[in-house]
């Protein structure tokens, strides 16, 4: 069973196209399956439905949560419809199993004034504080993932237009780019870039860090936590932090679902109607708080 396991998840990587954080994901969910079977004597090859579902009922009795659940159910459902696929079983014993409807959590996002108080933080002096400027302020004005940020190319960037292409995904989408990131991007371009890739001419992506290679997801949470402290935001931050709070402001000052969509590169809508419960949310909380007959406390 090892080789078949290590079989799947090549095929994972190699068919599916599966990120590192997926392929983790699933041996970490698979692991702890397979250690579960064994305990209670069963193999793998020989699971069924009902001994799946007492497993699934023993991470709920443990504390787990809907969506923890939900997600286990996917890498085991996965694996079990590949022993399928490859004659192994006959037949797959998740597919009569459901996911468990997970509680959606509203994304947390920074206000105006707090948006604008960590985009003031970087020091623009300096190579680094020049390129952390141009993160922020790229990442604020189009809504991108960090995923698709740290893979921009050089190519990807025209400023003096003002447009960036996101290739990234299934679809390639083009983002406009307002005047203050325009300049950051720029100014970080001609005056900063060089001195961190360090006439490395073949380094193609756009930011790098102090080493001149290519920007990480990590490296860029680390920058964005620091910044967060300097500029005393208590909300937590994460790197869809300034994802969330573009949606959210775009939504707050008039734009329409299907644009925002756009600007997103959401293929389903209902992805981006979240946003309208965040907005809910905001007001609900603005009114209360500002509303002189909202804050009273009720007599009877």
Avoid at 38 to 67: C, H, R, W
Avoid at 121 to 128: G, L, S, V
Avoid at 223 to 249: E, G, V
Avoid at 272 to 284: F, P, R
Wanted: hydrophobic share 35%; proline share 2%.
């Amino acid at each position: 069973m090892k080789n078949t396991v290590e079989k799947y998840f090549n095929f994972l990587k190699k068919k599916k196209g599966a990120s590192e954080n997926t392929l983790v994901s699933y041996r970490r969910d698979l692991n702890a399956f397979f250690a579960y079977q064994e305990e209670k004597g069963f193999a793998p090859e020989n699971a069924s439905g009902a001994v799946i579902l007492d497993y699934f009922m023993t991470l709920q009795k443990a504390g787990k949560s809907a969506s923890t659940v939900s997600r286990n159910l996917a890498s085991i459902r996965s694996f079990y419809r590949f022993l399928q696929n490859e004659g192994v079983i006959t037949q797959d014993p998740t597919q009569n199993l459901h996911s468990l409807k997970a509680d959606k959590k509203l994304p947390a996002i920074l206000t105006s004034e707090e948006i604008e108080d960590l985009l003031e933080q970087p020091d623009i002096r300096d190579a680094k504080g020049c390129r952390d400027k141009a993160m922020l302020e790229l990442l604020y004005a189009t809504g991108m993932r960090v995923s698709e940020m740290i893979e921009l190319k050089m190519s990807d960037v025209d400023m003096n237009i003002g447009y960036i292409n996101c290739n990234q995904g299934k679809k390639m989408r083009v983002i406009p780019v307002y005047s203050l990131a325009k300049k950051a991007v720029k100014t970080y371009i001609e005056t900063a870039r060089e001195q961190l890739i360090r006439g490395n001419s073949k380094v193609e992506n756009l930011f790098v860090n102090c080493n001149g290679t290519k920007m990480t997801r990590q490296g860029f949470w680390k920058i964005i936590k620091k910044y967060a402290s300097m500029a005393n935001i208590k909300t937590d931050i994460t790197p869809h932090t300034l994802r969330h709070s573009f949606a959210t402001h775009l939504l707050e000052n008039g734009a329409d679902l299907k644009s925002l969509q756009e600007m997103l590169g959401h293929t389903d809508i209902s992805s981006t109607q979240i946003y309208t419960s965040v907005l809910k949310k905001h007001l609900q909380d603005v009114y209360k708080s500002a509303h002189p007959r909202a804050k009273k406390k009720q007599t009877v």
